[in-house]
């Protein structure tokens, strides 16, 4: 037998604080207006939203409109569409503050439609967001304008190479030396195991290798990363892919240089990686990271740059960054274990330490 079970959410309807503040959208408000008489239903309704957006920084603060933006993305990642997005069915929680929302007679479970179809309808429920809380949460529409336009952060500048997703993508595919290129070519197949595991990124870049890690299904990656504008690239990486995966990734970004990494308390971690990035620190430095990664992680996956044609101005920096430096470091710093993937050619060798 069938039930139908309804809980009661205590506090005001968001549209209701809004017209206390003295937006005119509710019906009884608007068949009062004159201003609102010579205006077709369409234009009516869009003067509505005006109006609750004039005074909602009033009524709500900003973390609350993520809130909601948070629960719809729950509702999607579920399987299911509001397909009613607007003021009227939010409900503000009077304890808690945190948002609700209610009313579901138009919504649609979608969980045996085709993931295309599927965030053709998101988008939708999306744009009704972006129109009602004046924000720019990414869509179909929006990521392929900010590419076209180039309006990604450092588009002149971008680091590696990567696929977003219906058929969007930055920078040359098959490049095996970063990015997508470098991820299917030598570590997709060579990572540690990576479900359920916590990952160190350090010297993270634009995140999109730790981004990837996640995708493989990881639960949580930490990015070291010192670069602002990388970091910028990374936060449009992180919510461009949870668009198209209609899922959350569990990363964040420490804005710090990975030297000073042992000096902080970060917990432990299943796997940590560097790739083409340890070797910039000076050799100290190198052997005090390496020996606290050991303490944290069971495993530090580290990626070499034989390449000798490449203009480093500091000749140790080429020793650094070979097979030979890397493997002892990571021997007398607590890896005794250490496995080569090194294909014939290839100048970004794979070095896995395991205790």
């Known amino acids: 037998n069938l039930t139908l079970t309804l809980s009661y959410v205590p506090g005001p309807v968001l549209r209701e604080e809004l017209a206390v503040r003295g937006a ?6 608007v068949d009062d207006n004159p201003d609102f ?13 005006e109006e609750g957006k004039r005074v909602l ?8 409109v993520e809130a909601v933006f948070e629960q719809m993305k729950n509702i999607h990642s579920a399987g299911f569409i509001l397909n009613d997005v607007k003021y009227g069915n939010i409900i503000i929680e009077e304890n808690s503050g945190e948002p609700f929302f209610v009313d579901f007679e138009l919504s649609m479970n979608c969980t045996g439609m085709g993931s295309s179809s599927f965030r053709v309808l998101r988008d939708l429920d999306i744009e009704e967001f972006n129109l009602h809380f004046g924000t720019e949460k990414p869509t179909y529409r929006r990521i392929r304008q900010r590419l076209e336009t180039g309006s990604i952060p450092m588009p002149e500048n971008w680091y590696a190479p990567v696929y977003i997703g219906a058929g969007m993508k930055i920078g040359r595919m098959w490049d095996p030396d ?3 290129g470098r991820w299917h070519y030598i570590l997709k197949d060579n990572m540690p195991p990576l479900e359920g595991a916590r990952v160190l990124d350090i010297g993270s870049n634009n995140s999109y290798l730790a981004l990837l890690m ?10 070291f ?17 949870e668009w198209k995966d209609n899922r959350k990734y569990n990363f964040r970004y420490i804005q710090e240089s990975m ?13 940590a990686t560097a790739l083409c990035s340890i070797y910039y620190l000076d050799d100290e430095s190198i052997d005090r990271v390496i020996r606290h990664i050991s303490t944290i992680s069971e495993y530090f996956v580290v990626q070499c740059n034989t390449a000798r044609d490449i203009g480093r101005q500091d000749q140790h920096a080429y020793e650094k960054a070979g097979v030979e430096y890397l493997t002892a470091a990571l021997v007398r710093n607590g890896f005794p274990n250490v496995r080569k993937i090194a294909p014939r050619g290839y100048p970004r060798p794979l070095l896995i330490g395991s205790k």
């Open 178 to 180: 970063s990015g997508w």
């Open 214 to 223: 996640l995708q493989s299904g990881a639960r949580e990656a930490v990015g």
């Open 225 to 241: 990363e010192i670069n602002s504008g990388r970091i910028e690239q990374g936060e449009f990486l992180k919510s461009a892919l």
């Open 57 to 64: 920084h009033d009524v709500v603060e900003p973390q609350f």
């Open 259 to 271: 030297a000073d990494l042992p000096s902080m308390d970060l917990g432990k971690f299943d796997i």
């Open 24 to 29: 005119v959208l509710r019906d009884r408000d």
């Open 37 to 49: 008489a010579r205006l077709d239903p369409f234009a009516q309704r869009l003067k509505r939203i």
